[in-house]
């Protein structure tokens, strides 16, 4: 009879045991998912106008030479959080065919020649459902200032991996100096 009693009570506890762990994987699987559906942020780069940088002509805000004759090229666009997450950390990475300072032969894009890549200093994340303006320097290692339009493509570097890029084309407004003045 003790013996009966004893198998009952281990059979219940191992049902007990079962059902718990069985709740516990379920609870687990359900926190996964919903960490799955918050840390999905979607990025989109916009130029001036608002829409899809992509294709754009870009005007260069303010271009100077510094003290070694490096151009230093300043424009802005904007990024869109279209989600109420938050980005994760923002990487940049920007190629041409003009020799960038502190950059490196292209390895991943046969269009152009040169590449950097570096973290994004300005906002390190973003916001869910924000638009902000971004000035962005690209730093070109050359003492002449090209005198046609600058093929450049941008890529952001967001959340876990996730890209989202534009090719856009640089050009000095015609109603400045072309080159710029040297500042």
């Known amino acids: 009879m003790v013996s009966v009693l004893v198998a009952a009570a281990l059979l219940a506890a191992s049902w007990n045991y079962n059902t718990e762990r069985t709740n516990l994987e379920k609870f687990e699987q359900q ?3 919903e960490i799955k559906q918050s840390g999905e ?3 989109g780069l916009l130029g001036p106008d608002g829409s899809d940088l992509s294709g754009q002509t870009i005007k260069i805000e303010d271009a100077h030479r510094d003290p ?3 151009w230093h090229v300043l ?5 869109q959080n279209y989600t109420k997450v ?4 923002l990487w940049w990475k920007y190629y041409t065919n003009i020799e960038i300072a ?8 046969a269009k152009y020649e040169y590449e ?6 300005r906002w390190g994340t973003l916001p869910g459902m924000i638009e902000v303006t971004t000035p962005f320097e690209l730093v070109l290692h050359t003492t002449e200032f ?3 339009r600058i093929p450049v493509l941008i890529k952001l570097y967001y959340g876990m991996g996730t890209v989202v890029s534009a090719a856009i084309y640089l050009i000095v407004d015609q109603s400045t100096s072309s080159p710029p003045a040297t500042k």
């Not at 424009?75 to 990024?79: D, P, T, V």
């Not at 950097?116 to 200093?121: V, Y």
């Open 31 to 33: 926190i996964r998912d």
């Open 68 to 70: 070694e004759g490096i």
């Open 75 to 79: 424009f802005s666009f904007k990024i």
């Open 102 to 109: 502190k950059g490196v032969q292209s390895a991943d894009e």
């Open 86 to 89: 938050q980005s994760g950390r």
């Open 116 to 121: 950097a890549t570096f973290p994004d200093t």
């Open 146 to 148: 090209p005198k046609q």
């Open 41 to 43: 942020s979607k990025l």
